[in-house]
Nanobody, 118 residues
Framework: QVQLVESGGGLVPAGGSLRLSCKAS????????MAWYRQAPGKQRELVAT???????NYTDSLKGRFTISRDNVKDTIYLQINNLKPEDTAVYYC????????????WGQGTQVTVSS
């Protein structure tokens, strides 16, 4: 059973930074495309960024600039660096994985809460 475990969330003041982590296990990590999604209260889940096994990153256009996705294929871990946090970044952030040949993200973590105070 694939496991994705997020960490690094918390309560931070506006303007601060956070680095979220997602540790994957029980999968051949390098052949999986990984992603960060987020879901704010009362809103639909939103894709933040994806990263391939060969480290190609893509971002949702509206979120480019303050978010940086990265991965460590030795540690089977991805990261999301968020800078200049804003109250509207408050959400549960989820890690997701899909095999490179799949259309859908089949595996999800439990999420980590990020709360930004104004």
């Amino acid at each position: 059973q694939v496991q994705l475990v997020e960490s690094g969330g918390g309560l931070v003041p506006a303007g601060g930074s956070l680095r979220l982590s997602c540790k994957a296990s029980r999968l051949t990590f390098a052949v999986y495309i990984m992603a960060w999604y987020r879901q704010a209260p009362g809103k639909q889940r939103e894709l933040v960024a994806t990263i391939t096994g060969d480290l190609k990153a893509n971002y949702t256009d509206s979120l480019k600039g303050r978010f940086t996705i990265s991965r460590d294929n030795v540690k089977d871990t991805i990261y999301l660096q968020i800078n200049n946090l804003k109250p509207e970044d408050t959400a549960v952030y989820y890690c997701a994985a899909r095999w490179w040949g799949s259309l859908n993200f089949d595996y999800w973590g439990q999420g980590t809460q990020v709360t930004v105070s104004s």
